[in-house]
């Protein structure tokens, strides 16, 4: 699973992503240590149940760089991936919530905002801070300090899905240029996951808004799925190969009802966040809930201005 992968930005000292040289190494590194399934191969195992030996490769977030910078680095390498796009911002021109959130902690004022959340976010905004699985399971396999660490729990899970967007503005509005936030900029066109579908990349539904879909109702939930999947057709897109991704990832950001939409969407698999091997059984009784690893699990998947094993994805 990959995120950003792209060259630094000085703008953004604190920016968490792959380098593409280091994105190159681990290719090499994946290749000589599992080899690569194909795209046949691992479409037959959805069928047949039995896993093939090898390595799939997933990007989520539908990401600018995904194009510029991994596409033909796949091309030249005879490599395919899964690239997972969500969807509301075509319709709205405006970067989703989580990565504004991003780029607000990709600079160095995290303390900052920790202290204006602390300040001016009131209590009863927060409804979901009792959750005891958002409390224990976010962000344990990354390395932050501990006001990002608090700023991600807030904006991403505690917070209600009420207020958050104008917290989000008003964060914004005090520490973002009106340039940072360009959607031009930062996610791919529909004419280029056209072209990359047609190159053999498979497309998939990374949901309309990308929320935490466990903190949904079942209706929105609903209207997540199906919207993101009608927004992909409309953008020409032929979806051969119906995929879905939940957004943020880990069992606690989603539920058995949200597998059963995904399954009467006619879906044929999903990919959560959990790091081990896919199984037979897997395959074969629970397709919605497909396991995978985080890059920063493996040899030159860190990030570079840690130097040692650190999510640079923002996996969950």
């Known amino acids: 699973m990959y995120h ?23 290719l090499d590194y994946l290749g000589n240590k599992f080899g690569f399934v194909t795209k046949k191969d691992f479409q037959d195992a959805l069928e047949s149940g039995d896993p093939p030996k090898g390595v ?19 091309k030249e390498r005879g490599l395919w ?35 204006y959340l602390n300040e001016k976010i009131p209590q009863d905004y927060l409804v979901d801070f009792v959750r005891e699985d958002f409390k224990k399971l976010t962000y344990t396999r ?24 104008k917290v989000i503005d008003d964060l914004c509005e005090l520490f973002l240029k009106k340039e940072d936030l360009n959607v031009l900029d930062f996610y791919l066109t529909a004419e280029e996951m056209v072209e990359m579908e047609n190159a053999g990349m498979i497309i998939g539904s990374h ?30 897109l032929k979806l051969s190969c119906k995929s879905f991704c939940y957004p943020y990832g880990g ?13 009467m969407e006619k879906c044929r698999f999903s990919f959560n966040v959990e790091s081990r091997d896919i199984s037979k059984k897997d395959l074969t009784e629970r397709k919605q809930a497909l396991p ?6 493996f040899p030159f998947g860190q990030v570079r201005r840690i130097g040692k094993v650190h999510s640079s994805s923002y996996s969950i």
Request: glycine fraction near 2%; charged fraction near 25%; include cysteine.
């Open 4 to 26: 950003y992968v792209k060259e630094d930005d000085p703008s953004f000292p604190n920016f968490n992503h792959l380098h593409i040289e280091d994105f190159k190494k681990q």
């Open 56 to 74: 799939v490769l997933t990007f989520d977030d539908g990401l600018k760089c995904h194009y510029d910078q991994v596409f033909p680095v796949l």
């Open 81 to 115: 991936g899964i690239f997972y796009v969500a969807t509301e911002m075509y319709r709205t021109q405006k970067l989703s919530d989580v990565h504004r959130i991003h780029l607000l902690l990709g600079q160095e004022n995290n303390q900052k905002i920790y202290e």
């Open 142 to 165: 990354q390395i932050n300090d501990d006001f990002t660490k608090m700023v991600k729990k807030i904006l991403n899970y505690y917070i209600s899905y009420t207020y958050r967007e």
């Open 207 to 236: 949901s309309a808004s990308h929320p935490v879909m466990s903190k949904l109702d079942l209706e929105t939930q609903k209207i997540e799925i199906q919207s993101s999947f009608s927004d992909l057709k409309n953008f020409g």
């Open 251 to 263: 069992f606690h950001t989603f539920t058995k009802e949200t597998e059963a939409l995904l399954e």
């Open 292 to 297: 995978r690893y985080d890059c920063n699990e």
